[in-house]
T-cell receptor, first 117, second 111 residues
Framework: GAVVSQHPSRVICKSGTSVKIECRSLDFQATTMFWYRQFPKQSLMLMATSNEGSKATYEQGVEKDKFLINHASLTLSTLTVTSAHPEDSSFYIC?????????????FGQGTRLTVV | GENVEQHPSTLSVQEGDSAVIKCTYSDSASNYFPWYKQELGKRPQLIIDIRSNVGEKKDQRIAVTLNKTAKHFSLHITETQPEDSAVYFCAASMQRNDMRFGAGTRLTVKP
């Protein structure tokens, strides 16, 4: 199957700082990627849809100025958590599907565990 | 928007028994229903999926059934093994693949 790589896998940052998370499709081009957040023992909640070359689409309740998404190329989407606070500590995970195969299967990155202290 | 409900939240079975997890969805336009297995701290792994033009799909010990009229789908695991213990998520989406996940079921298979 297709490979999606996410970096970093773990990050600890101080309250008030910003953190950038990268999501790369390694062997295919992804015009669309998705960002999810997962709190402990909870489900994956869709935060936003990242569209190559255009603005991201955010889910209701997700602050676009706090969670900045940039999808500058067909293989890379970034999520920046700005002015992070302890309540932003979570598992962030991206996904993408390969449009060339016409398959709707989503391939997930390995996730990023963010801890804000 | 799509709303996916999943039951039960926890399920404990004896090794060798069957496990069934059920999900319902709200948007009749959804046409793709994957099931994921997630181990602690790791990415979800697709274990089986079904599309809306199919009523049942089986892959060895795992099967999924879909009832479009009732808008529900179920995961069936037979002959469970301890390594099946994990959290299982159902999801529903339309072609764009912006999946909505169920709340998850923590399956424990006792040896």
């Amino acid at each position: 199957g297709a490979v999606v790589s996410q970096h970093p896998s773990r990050v600890i940052c101080k309250s008030g700082t910003s953190v950038k998370i990268e999501c790369r499709s390694l062997d295919f081009q992804a015009t669309t990627m998705f960002w999810y957040r997962q709190f402990p023992k909870q489900s994956l909640m869709l935060m936003a849809t990242s569209n190559e070359g255009s603005k991201a689409t955010y889910e209701q309740g997700v602050e676009k100025d706090k969670f900045l998404i940039n999808h500058a190329s067909l293989t890379l989407s970034t999520l920046t958590v700005t002015s992070a606070h302890p309540e932003d500590s979570s598992f962030y995970i991206c996904s993408a599907s390969n449009p060339r195969t016409g398959d709707t299967e989503a391939f997930f990155g390995q996730g990023t565990r963010l801890t804000v202290v | 928007g799509e709303n996916v409900e999943q039951h039960p939240s926890t399920l404990s079975v004896q090794e060798g028994d069957s496990a069934v997890i059920k999900c319902t969805y709200s948007d009749s336009a959804s046409n793709y229903f994957p099931w994921y297995k997630q181990e602690l701290g790791k990415r979800p792994q697709l274990i089986i999926d079904i599309r809306s033009n199919v009523g049942e799909k089986k892959d060895q010990r795992i099967a999924v059934t879909l009832n479009k009229t009732a808008k529900h789908f179920s995961l069936h695991i037979t002959e469970t093994q301890p390594e099946d213990s994990a959290v299982y998520f159902c999801a529903a989406s339309m072609q764009r693949n912006d999946m909505r996940f169920g709340a998850g079921t923590r399956l424990t298979v006792k040896p």
